[in-house]
């Protein structure tokens, strides 16, 4: 092993002890599962994070919901979380990154927020058709899927048996049963072969990962599951999922 590779090994082990995450192993390559929901890659320092859902709040209010307009803020605070814990050189975001037309939601503030979110370094709206449209004034590389080390970064799961993948929009939830309690959550979900991870946006509906939704993309058998709980990432058994509906 040469000097750099130890050394981010060694990065690598104490952050996840130090911030309550957890070591994720994928194809052979090794990952942190960050307790914001994004994942980090210190091979090739690079962060990854799902589903921000910006401005979703205010989109919904447009339909007629009734929330509290705060779901910006707090993906930020957890995006700069994550940024300040890895200091990563490239942000790859994956699935639904905007919510509602080509109109720009984002108030002032939010706007230099993110700027200063993306400020030096290398940023990837990976993104869908099908999807809100990337806003072009706030900068970043717009594409379909990047390939980044042998690993496929899509915005949604390609629905075939394939690996060497790590996608989003699927907005995964763990229904964990734990000493007669019941717990549900936000959590990354692999086969060994491809990795899903959870949405950050704060009013995404959840899918349990036992749900036939994942059927085709991971099946039951041999799941690893990572759930956020408490401020930790934690493994959890399969024997503790629990197949009822997750709650959003």
């Known amino acids: 092993m040469s000097v750099h590779n130890a050394v981010h ?10 911030s309550g995450s957890s070591r994720v ?15 980090y890659w210190p091979a090739e320092e690079t962060l990854i994070v799902s589903d921000l859902h910006l401005e979703k709040g205010s989109y919904l209010a447009d339909e007629g919901a009734v929330i ?34 080509e109109d720009v939601r984002l108030s002032a503030h939010d706007s230099d927020w993110l700027y200063d979110l993306m400020e030096d370094r290398d940023w990837f709206w990976i ?49 964990v049963s734990d000493h007669g309690y019941v717990m549900s959550g936000r959590c ?15 009013y995404s509906q959840g ?7 994942f059927d085709p993309l991971l099946g039951h058998e041999g799941l690893f599951v990572w759930a956020i709980h408490g401020g930790h990432v934690s493994q959890v058994a399969s024997g503790q999922l629990l197949e009822e509906e997750a709650a959003a």
């Not at 799961?157 to 929009?169: L, M, N, Q």
């Not at 990354?188 to 704060?202: A, T, W």
């Not at 899918?207 to 939704?213: D, H, Q, R």
């Open 188 to 202: 990354f979900v692999s086969n060994g072969m491809r990795l899903i991870l959870p949405s950050m946006g704060k």
């Open 127 to 175: 993104s869908g058709t099908d999807q809100a449209p990337i806003p072009e004034c706030y900068g970043g590389t717009v594409l379909p899927h990047v390939t980044l080390g042998g690993i496929k970064f899509r915005y949604e799961p390609v629905r075939a048996p394939i690996s060497h993948e790590i996608a989003g929009r699927m907005h995964p939830i763990a229904q």
């Open 25 to 39: 192993l994928l194809c052979g390559k090794s990952f942190i599962a960050d307790r914001t929901g994004a994942l």
């Open 68 to 101: 509290p307009p705060y779901d910006t803020v707090s993906v930020f605070e957890r995006v700069e979380d994550a940024l300040d814990r890895y200091d990563p050189g490239r942000v790859i975001a994956l699935g639904d990154s905007f919510c509602g037309d």
């Open 9 to 18: 090994l060694r990065r690598f082990d104490e952050t996840a002890m130090d």
């Open 207 to 213: 899918a349990n990962v036992l749900g036939s939704v």
